[in-house]
């Protein structure tokens, strides 16, 4: 099956700076890479995806970026805000469509 | 409506009772999900159901029973669950198909005693 790594693990960043969580991929059949938000006690949000035609994607100040050849997958945040400290998860869909997330990323944005 | 609702909120249960957990969505989705979530981990899969049949059970044990009415509900059903099984149980749902984005419910909190 599908296994997703995803580093750092946690990340701390001024407020201002760009924060960069990369992940990894096996399944070379994988075909959608979509990025969870979760802020603490709720649920996790959808805030972009990726699908595997398309080498990059971005929206406001997030953009995600797909290496097919190496299987690597990553999330950009520029002009961190406080608002944006929260856990991130990657996730592969495989051709079943069953979503295998990464282990997550607690971001900090400091004031 | 783009919300994905979940009951109850909180649920503390014993060994020997049976619970069910409610979910529901009305955004025309034909794919949900539930997953479940320890603390400081990522939703791990339990069972998906495509156009109301259930297309996936991860080995999950027999004491959660999933079931999907119609297309808008989901339900999954507890009986003499372990105290290892306290968790957030979190649905979602999604179009059908491999290339789409989950929208997850709140969650329901569940602890066993």
């Known amino acids: 099956g599908e296994n997703v790594e995803q580093h750092p693990s946690t990340l701390s960043v001024q407020e201002g700076d760009s924060a960069v969580i990369k992940c990894t991929y096996s399944d070379s059949a994988s075909n959608y890479f979509p990025w969870y938000k979760q802020e603490l006690g709720k649920r996790p949000q959808l805030i972009i995806d990726i699908r595997s035609n398309v080498g990059e994607k971005k929206d406001q100040r997030i953009a995600v970026t797909l290496n097919k050849t190496a299987k690597h997958f990553s999330l950009h945040i520029t002009e961190t805000q406080p608002e944006d400290s929260a856990v991130y998860f990657c996730a592969a869909n495989d051709n079943a469509g069953k979503s295998t997330f990464g282990d997550g990323t607690t971001l900090t944005v400091k004031p | 409506d783009t919300e994905v609702t979940q009951t109850p909120k909180h649920l503390v249960m014993g060994m020997t009772n049976k619970k069910s957990l409610k979910c529901e969505q009305h955004?025309?989705?034909?794919?949900m999900y539930w997953y479940k979530q320890k603390a400081k981990k990522p939703p791990e899969l339990m069972f998906v159901?495509?156009?109301?049949?259930?297309?996936i059970n991860e080995s999950v044990p027999s004491r959660f029973s999933p079931e999907c009415p119609n297309s808008s509900l989901l339900n999954l059903h507890l009986h003499a669950l372990q105290p290892e099984d306290s968790a957030l149980y979190l649905c979602?749902?999604?179009?059908?198909?491999?290339?789409?984005?989950?929208?997850f419910g709140s969650g329901t909190r569940l602890t066993v005693v």
């Open positions: 159901y495509s156009y109301e049949k259930l297309s």
């Open positions: 979602a749902s999604s179009q059908a198909g491999t290339r789409y984005g989950y929208t």
């Open positions: 955004m025309g989705h034909r794919a």
